[in-house]
């Protein structure tokens, strides 16, 4: 799995503000459900989590979406990618749109692929991140960061480890025109806002390029054995047991230098996992 191309930034502070929605607030969408709006300088953005296929095929994609589908691909690729899996039931499509019915931007949840590893924790509360992005034209607004968030606030990802992995192969980085290191520091630091830490694992996708990268969010409430065998995923080689269990904050894997407490990683505060 991947994340798709996006220019993260934190932008929750000044002038980008999340406000609660209020109950009679209409749209000129219809009378949909919205669960977050973010004031940004282009205007209202409108926050919905696990929207319906027919809300998604009802929005257009804004100008400068289409990094999911890939950059040789149309973007109308995109937008069917999108409807389908507002259509799967164990998926979460997040949407951002402006006034205008455009989706500026959206984070795509999912059971991770059975062809993979963590596929083996498909049905036991392990969820992947797949792909999230953001139009080049509302970057910088905060608006990554109040979709994950607001669907984070979810009492559903409280026993949920939410698992996300950064494959280089899959940045759009002409585009973009950062570097491979710079735009990993990026994603990295933008899933540490929301709650995520840093996992070392030999898995073969990720092992492949020093910039891929396992992160996950492990939920308040995830039982031991959900962790411990999400631990035991990590590494499929015995010789890798000393770092098992000992995941670490974003910023001191982006930044060596900074004091690791003895070397030991950063002790996961969940309930039993104090």
């Known amino acids: 799995m991947q994340i798709s191309t996006q220019k993260t930034s934190g932008g929750r502070a000044g002038r980008h503000r999340r406000k609660p929605v209020h109950p009679t607030e209409k749209r000129r969408l219809g009378e949909e459900r919205v669960d977050a709006v973010l004031e940004t300088p282009r205007g ?9 296929p027919d809300f998604v095929a009802g929005l257009q994609l804004a100008p400068g979406m289409g990094a999911f589908s890939g950059p040789h691909f149309p973007a109308a690729r995109e937008h069917k990618a999108l409807i389908r899996l507002a259509g799967e039931p164990e998926s979460n499509v997040t949407i951002a749109y402006n006034e205008g019915g455009e989706i500026v931007g959206f984070v795509a949840i999912a059971p991770p692929s059975q062809a993979e590893r963590w596929g083996r924790l498909k049905d036991k509360g392990l969820v992947e991140a797949m792909a999230i992005e953001v139009s080049d034209g509302w970057r910088g607004m905060g608006i990554a960061g109040t979709m994950m968030d607001t669907l984070l606030e979810d009492s559903f990802y409280d026993d949920k480890i939410v698992m996300c992995t950064g494959y280089s ?7 973009l025109g950062v570097s491979k290191e710079r735009y990993r520091e990026m994603l990295l630091r933008y899933l540490e806002k929301a709650g995520f830490v840093y996992y070392d694992t030999d898995e073969p996708n990720i092992s492949m390029d020093p910039a891929n990268f396992l992160a996950a969010r492990i939920g308040p409430k995830v039982s031991r054995e959900l962790y411990s065998e999400f631990d035991r995923l990590l590494f499929s080689e015995g010789t890798w047991g000393n770092v098992r269990g000992m995941p670490r904050p974003i910023s001191h894997e982006l930044d060596p230098r900074r004091e690791r407490e003895g070397e030991q990683a950063v002790r996961v505060k969940r309930g039993w996992l104090e």
């Open 44 to 52: 209202k953005v409108f926050i919905r989590c696990r929207a319906a």
């Open 169 to 175: 192969w899959h940045w759009d980085l002409q585009r």
